[in-house]
């Protein structure tokens, strides 16, 4: 596939494409609100049928960090959860500066299906997460049980018909590359012509 196609510069969109990767260990300081603005421009831009806009964005930073965490915390003890799952769920968010919880908030329509709202939501996150990396973030999108408990989603005031498809964890990378992708994957194995 292309074997002779010169690779992109790592700073073109493409190179920020083929280099993209998560970071699991972030650090302060996170995107500042100029930098969040831009992050949240460039989500705005994903595909969405009929311009809906089936998607909102709870960020949470500083004390927002630890109200998360409370809810989390709340959500645990309704769920029936261990001791050690309550009390690990307090300290969840504070593994990055800024997180962002993404809701798909899916608007009535009788032409664009949840699913193609929830896949718009969706693509938000990654979105967030390669505007970050432009901008020299790390961030890690994480689900977990928290994203399919209800209970949790009524913490957040979130509407029965709306879905959280997304964790995502900013900050500024604790280590230069942590995580080095070995060999990328051969697209060959992916891709089968009809
Ligand atoms: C919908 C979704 C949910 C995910 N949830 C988690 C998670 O809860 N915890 C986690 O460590 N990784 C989770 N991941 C995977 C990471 O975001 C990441 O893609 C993975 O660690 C591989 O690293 P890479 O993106 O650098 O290839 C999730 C990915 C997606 C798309």
Redesign the pocket.
Same mark, same amino acid.
């Given at each position: 596939m292309g074997g002779m196609t010169p690779l992109p510069a790592p700073d073109s969109a493409l190179g920020l494409l083929l280099n *993209? *990767? +998560?970071c $699991?260990s972030v650090r302060a300081p996170g995107p500042d609100d100029a930098e969040l603005e831009l992050i949240l421009r460039a989500a705005l831009r994903v595909p969405d049928f009929q311009r809906l806009r089936p998607y909102r964005f709870l960020a949470a930073r500083d004390e927002g960090l630890d109200r998360l965490g409370q809810a989390m915390q709340r959500a645990a003890v309704a769920a029936g959860k261990s001791a050690a799952v309550i009390e690990r769920s307090l300290r969840m968010p504070h593994r990055a500066p800024l997180v962002i919880t993404v809701v798909a908030s899916p608007q009535p329509s009788t032409v664009v299906p949840l699913l193609d709202q929830q896949l718009c939501a969706?693509c938000t996150v990654l979105t967030l997460q390669l505007a970050a990396r432009a901008l020299g973030y790390g961030g890690?999108? *994480? +689900?977990?049980w928290l994203m399919y408990d209800r209970g949790f989603h009524r913490e957040l005031e979130l509407g029965e018909d709306e879905q959280i498809?997304?964790f995502l964890y900013l900050g500024t990378p604790q280590h230069a590359e942590e995580?080095p $992708?070995e060999a990328v994957q051969d697209p060959h194995d992916v891709l089968h012509w009809i």
């Open positions: *993209r *990767r +998560s $699991h969706a890690l999108w *994480r +689900s977990g498809v997304g995580t $992708h």
